[in-house]
């Protein structure tokens, strides 16, 4: 702190103290915190949109391991699970979990598998509006097409130095009550999804990050069916 | 005055093991403060899976059930024999449904047995597995132990 006030003073030529020394540098923090994570104009958040879009319509299948953390106020404590995930176009998922449990999500031809330990359900996707939403709304988080989605999210766009940041507010009053906000982190380069962010009107968080990220290899059909 | 002393032993004797009893709660097990479970709350042809986090406090118990994706169901804390229902997710949020909650959880979660009544039953169906039945509305709960 000493060395930095007697820095800035020897540029400006002025006497500051320690109170002017902690406020200049509070600013080139702020500073340096601002330029991590700058928001888009509308042209660069329309331009990006356009690009991600177009990214997301080149993907075929996403094959990626998983960690997720759900942050839980009330018990001071976090859950970290980890699994795969396997995507196909056009709405083709696999979501596994492998530990601390065994869960399986599937999401293909109209229905839903279901499997957890030995018990399995299947659900037609169809007849129901609910699913039909989530299937939707995970298929878009995915590959980011939810960008596009603009019924159903306010978007704003966030440029930082490796990645661009895609923060969703929900629009729908069932999904408002839900979630705060939903923010997905692209990778700068590929355009793909490396963090989803869902924030809770409570505080509590769920983080889950992509690793080992796949594209375009071939996907066996087996790899979304429960045999 | 030895008669007195050996009386006053005796009497510390027989209080100091109440005084230091551990509460004992289901949902916890022994010698642990926290606990995981797999979590099914079945109704009929519905099945809601999840996962129920508790946790020992100085107060009493504070619990979590989440599902597989980490979207909460309902937040719970239980103190004494009386338990909150709070945070509950939207579909679920009816004063009906959270009397339940608070009716039933509170076999598992107050620190000393509750009287289970005509309308409930508390079992264990496996080995670290716990069963609630709620007779009256044909609801079950099962939790299942996650080895840490």
New interface residues.
């Given amino acids: 702190m000493k060395l930095l006030t007697k820095y800035i003073q020897s540029l400006c030529h002025l006497p500051l103290g320690r109170l002017g020394g902690a406020l200049l540098l509070c600013f080139f923090v702020s500073c340096g915190t601002a330029a991590a994570q700058q928001p888009a104009t509308p042209e660069q958040q329309a331009q990006l949109i356009s690009e991600i879009n177009a990214a997301a319509k080149d993907i075929q299948t996403l094959q990626c391991d998983f960690t997720q953390t759900k942050t839980l106020c009330i018990m001071n404590d976090k859950m970290v699970s980890q699994g795969a995930m396997t995507f196909a176009q056009p709405a083709k998922l696999r979501w596994r979990y492998t530990t601390p449990y065994d869960y399986t999500f599937i999401i293909s031809d109209d229905k839903v598998h279901i499997a957890k330990g030995s018990k399995r359900n299947s659900i037609d996707i169809k007849s129901s509006q609910v699913f039909q939403e989530i299937v939707r709304l995970m298929a878009g988080s995915v590959t980011g097409r939810c960008l596009t989605q603009t019924k159903d999210f306010s978007v704003k766009m966030l440029i930082a130095e490796k990645s661009y940041i895609a923060v969703l507010t929900p629009k729908d009053k069932q999904l408002k009550k839900m979630f705060q906000t939903i923010r997905l982190t692209f990778d700068r380069a590929r355009k793909i999804v490396t963090t989803v962010e869902m924030t809770e009107a409570t505080g509590d968080a769920t983080v889950i990050e992509f690793q080992h990220i796949q594209q375009n290899k071939p996907v066996s059909a087996k790899a979304f069916s429960l045999d | 005055m030895q008669k007195l002393l050996v009386l006053i032993s005796i009497f510390c004797a027989l209080a100091l093991p109440s005084a230091t009893a551990q509460t004992d709660y289901p949902l916890l097990l022994a010698g642990s403060d926290?606990a995981?479970w797999?979590f099914t709350l079945e109704h009929g042809t519905l099945?809601l899976?999840g996962?129920c986090?508790v946790?020992q406090t100085d107060e009493g118990l504070?619990?979590?059930v989440?599902n597989?994706?980490?979207?909460?169901a309902f937040?719970f804390?239980c103190c004494g024999d009386k338990v909150c229902v709070m945070?509950v997710?939207?579909?679920m949020n009816k004063w009906y449904i959270r009397r339940l909650l608070r009716a039933d959880l509170r076999l598992l979660a107050a620190d000393k047995a509750v009287e289970p009544g005509k309308r409930r039953q508390l079992s264990s169906y496996l080995p670290d597995s716990l069963l609630l039945n709620n007779m009256k509305y044909h609801i079950n709960y099962r939790f299942e132990r996650?080895k840490?």
């Avoid at chain 2, 597989?68 to 909460?72: L, P, V």
């Fill in positions: 926290h995981r797999n099945s899976t996962i986090l946790r504070v619990g979590s989440v597989e994706f980490g979207i909460r937040d804390t945070n997710l939207p579909q996650i840490e």
